[in-house]
């Protein structure tokens, strides 16, 4: 769910203005699942610009207090989402963890990074979401620490259903501070996409792996 529509769609605007994301129907973008895209994402560009990077820690934030006043622990999913994480807890003078996508082979071989304990609770912070599924493996590494997650604020998510059953079926909330609908809807208000490119680009999410074959 989106956090507020003036947020949506100012993050969406800033996304787009800085070419976080990128939008081509004719020339698609093949993901790492080999789905042909005609979107492709990478908020990390986010943490070049300061005043794009400000304002996502302010809206985090403001997501956090007024969800979740008395969440003990932010932790960020490894590598995207740790800046953010970070900025955010720094903020809400709030301890700070990171999850790797897997338990590292030698040393500690920790999965979870940093200081927490069972019984913590935890909001956990991710730059985008797609399926939903690496995003909820470090909600399940941080469980495995014996932690309660309070729910889960990210960037960005495409609004795919495998998605939202992913996190229906975990029983984690949600909560993003835009989405596809929104960034569709703000690439049209200026002129990043025409008005003929819209149905096209609806389609896509709704079935991906079958788009442009």
Request: with cysteine; aromatic share 8%; proline share 3%.
């Amino acid at each position: 769910m989106d956090y507020n529509k003036e947020t949506a769609r100012k993050t969406a605007e800033s996304l787009l203005k800085i070419q976080a994301v990128k939008l081509n129907k004719k020339k698609p973008f093949t993901w790492a699942s080999g789905w042909k895209s005609p979107i492709y994402c990478d908020n990390r560009k986010t943490l070049s610009y300061p005043t794009v990077r400000t304002y996502i820690r302010q809206q985090f934030s403001s997501v956090i207090n007024d969800l979740y006043p008395d969440v003990d622990v932010i932790a960020g999913v490894a590598t995207g989402a740790i800046a953010n994480g970070a900025l955010v807890a720094q903020e809400l003078g709030k301890p700070f963890v990171y999850v790797r996508p897997d338990k590292k082979s030698h040393g500690m071989k920790n999965q979870v990074e940093g200081a927490i304990s069972a019984g913590q609770t935890v909001v956990v912070i991710e730059d985008l979401i797609s399926t939903g599924g690496s995003s909820l493996k470090a909600v399940d590494a941080l469980r495995d620490a014996g932690c309660e997650i309070k729910g889960m604020v990210a960037i960005f998510t495409y609004g795919f259903k495998v998605a939202e059953d992913n996190f229906k079926k975990s029983k984690v909330k949600l909560t993003t501070l835009t989405d596809y609908n929104s960034l569709i809807e703000q690439a049209l208000d200026s002129e990043y996409i025409a008005e003929n490119e819209v149905e096209s680009l609806k389609e896509w999410r709704l079935a991906p792996d079958v788009w442009g074959k």
